[in-house]
């Protein structure tokens, strides 16, 4: 209600009209409610939004995400990670599965890594939070270690590239992009083989043997 205040005020100081869509909702998160408390609350599904969203009347300008009701889509990962239970569990499973190079894992990976922090520093945890906090500690130390070696590999990336630039000038964008997409192991392998070359067709020829 606080910030619905601050919106109106904002808007009759600058004598402008401001509709209910302009106002920030409040999203209330919660792992699940039973029909009787979203009845008591008067929450309502919207056409518009899937399920397990339901939406206070208008007046309160809020809405309920009960997230074990959401479907299992992409959309809502973030979202059931929060969950309890099985679905937080098949969240997890379904994060796991992702490619290590899909930004949704990492961001996903930070957000259940302070979550688990949060967890670890209460005096009383819950044998669910203690198996919680074991199954995240595997999957983020493999995110950091893969983390680094990106890092790894970016940096030699670009240390061969500029060798590169150096003999030869301009790299052709199409040989650049393969060489950043080399592993460490071959960007090394280049970084020798490349006092050798004469001609960007030397490098293009050890690109493609």
């Known amino acids: 209600f606080a910030i619905r205040e601050i ?8 004598k402008q009209r401001i509709s209910e869509e302009e106002i920030p909702k409040l999203w209330i998160l919660t792992p699940t409610a039973s029909e009787r408390i979203l009845s ?3 929450a309502q599904l919207q056409p518009n939004w899937g399920e397990g ?8 300008g809020a809405a309920i995400i009960v997230i074990h009701q959401l479907p299992e889509t992409p959309e809502t990962l973030w979202l059931r990670l929060l969950g309890r239970g099985g679905t937080r569990e098949r969240a997890i499973d379904e994060l796991e599965r992702l490619s290590p190079n899909n930004p949704l894992k990492s961001a996903s990976l930070n957000l259940l890594y302070n979550l688990s922090r949060n967890l670890e520093a209460l005096s009383k945890k819950t044998q669910e939070d203690r198996e919680f906090i074991m199954r995240l500690a595997p ?3 493999q995110d950091r270690e ?3 070696q990106q ?4 940096g030699e990336a670009k240390l061969v590239l500029r060798q590169l630039q150096r003999r030869f000038g301009e790299i052709p964008q199409n040989l650049e992009e393969t060489i950043r997409n080399l592993p460490v192991e071959r960007l090394e392998d280049l970084g020798l083989a ?16």
């Open 151 to 154: 890092g790894e590999q970016r």
């Open 139 to 141: 999957l983020y130390q």
């Open 194 to 209: 490349l006092l050798d070359f004469d001609t960007l067709t030397d490098l293009d020829n050890w690109l493609h043997p």
């Open 146 to 148: 893969q983390a680094v």
């Open 7 to 14: 919106f109106q005020r904002e808007a009759k100081r600058n």
């Open 40 to 42: 008591l609350f008067k």
């Open 53 to 60: 969203v339901y939406f206070l009347p208008e007046g309160f």
